[in-house]
């Protein structure tokens, strides 16, 4: 399949991707509002850079770089796109108004156009592996220098590239700046046809995320108010659903030995919070939701945390932290 194939089967596709967000916006509220980004219709301004951020966890990562390019330049403009309401949370959160912002549009070849159109950057960053065909064959033709930070490809991520070379290889090739996270993803790059002077290894960025903080004294005041100094607490972030029952049988693992020990389990999705409380009620353990301001009292076995934002300071109250969709390739 080649990039017009592509375009053509993504535009047979329409009805279906007006479907999934149908879905989604039955499941989640937030999903229901700024349609018009998504399909390319928002009104927007010129712009000196774009950062595409998808996500929470890629924004988390983006920030600090976000905040030290508008320090460095702070002539510039800057628009942040991300795809799902929890990463657009998090760029009001930081920015306010200090950006522009917005969902990146699906990778309609008319939308993805209207977007370059309106914002003009002169430089585009996409964070990690968010990469769209269309958006970097039309970026490449306007002349935009493309980016990839904090570049992650695993071997099955490569494997899917390697399979459609016609789509990926020229759409790879056309990235001016790779900068990635491990010396084995450079090498995956390179074995899918993208020149090595390309590709720079710069480690990844969430490892230069600075704690506020206040985040973390408040992280110790919350252990403390759940009585929890002198017992086991494990954090379970960003769990995906097929990933619940595996977690919640390793914590009762974990209560054999230390029965006052608590998980807290934070779902990935919004949408999963209520499949996550029924999951751990129906396992038979004592629960508080965080979004309910329950109190975490001794016999409390599992605090699901299904409010937005907290995430980082619920690891700051634990002794050990897993992170979720690493068991996927097992459930």
Known sequence: ??????????????????????????????????WSERFGLATLQPTDVVVHSVSMGETLAAIPLIKKLMTQNP??????????PTGSAEVIKAFGDKVQHCYLPIDFAYAVKRFLRQTQPKCLIIMETELWPNLIHFAKHDKIS????????????????????????PMLKQLDLILVQTQAESER??????????????????????????KQQLAVQTREQWQRSHHP?????????????????AHKQVLVDFPEALLILAPRHPEQFNLAA?????AGFKLARRSMHDEVTHD?????????GELLMLYGTADQAFVGGTLMSTV
């Not at 399949?1 to 499941?27: D, E, G, H, Q």
């Not at 002077?197 to 903080?213: A, M, V, Y």
């Open 189 to 214: 790059f390179v074995r899918l046809g993208v020149e090595s002077q390309q590709i720079h290894l710069c480690g990844s960025l969430k490892f230069d995320l600075t704690i506020d903080p206040q």
């Open 146 to 169: 493309l980016v990839l930070a904090n570049a992650r490809l695993s071997q099955k991520s490569a494997a899917k590239y390697a399979s459609k070379p016609r789509l990926s290889t």
């Open 233 to 249: 607490v494990w954090v379970a972030g960003s769990v995906h659903p097929g990933e619940f029952d595996i977690i919640l049988a």
């Open 300 to 308: 409390v076995q599992v605090l699901l945390g299904d409010t937005m």
């Open 1 to 34: 399949m080649n990039r017009t194939l592509y375009s053509l089967f993504l535009y047979l596709l329409f009805p279906l991707v007006v479907m999934y967000l149908v879905f989604r916006a039955i499941k989640s509220p937030d999903y229901r509002r700024r």
């Open 278 to 282: 029924i999951t751990i009620t129906q």
């Open 75 to 84: 002539q510039m403009k800057f628009t942040v796109t991300t795809t799902s």
